[in-house]
């Protein structure tokens, strides 16, 4: 059983930045995929970005160039670095591991989640 706790939420302005971090209970974390989901309010959860195992890394459309995903193995933990924040970024967002191979976009690909940490960006 993997568990998983986000943290580095907060109220940050548009154009600002915020990085979130996703810890992981177990020392193999390095043999899990990891994607970031949101949830904004009355939506429904979005795939926001992931990475393999590997290290290869994949974006929805709307974070691309402004969002980096990353992960460092020795300290179970995997980033979410997101710059140039818009309004529409704020949700709720949830870290996700799953031991399935390649790059996972689909939320029922994933095994294990956290709790959340919420993202609010004022205009």
């Known amino acids: 059983q993997v568990q998983l706790g986000e943290s580095g939420g907060g109220l940050v302005q548009a154009g600002g930045s915020l990085r979130l971090s996703c810890a992981a209970s177990t020392r193999t974390f390095s043999g899990y995929g990891v994607a970031w989901f949101r949830q904004a309010p009355e939506k429904e959860r979005a795939f926001v970005a992931t990475?393999?195992?590997?290290?290869?890394?994949y974006y929805a459309d709307s974070v691309k160039d402004r969002f980096t995903i990353s992960r460092d193995n020795s300290k179970n933990t995997v980033y979410l670095q997101m710059s140039s924040l818009k309004p529409e970024d704020t949700a709720v967002y949830y870290c996700?591991?799953?031991?399935?191979?390649?790059?996972?976009?689909?939320?029922?690909?994933?095994?294990?989640w956290g709790q959340g940490t919420q993202v609010t960006v004022s205009s």
């Open positions: 996700a591991a799953t031991i399935l191979v390649g790059l996972n976009t689909l939320s029922n690909r994933y095994s294990y």
């Open positions: 990475i393999s195992r590997s290290g290869t890394t």
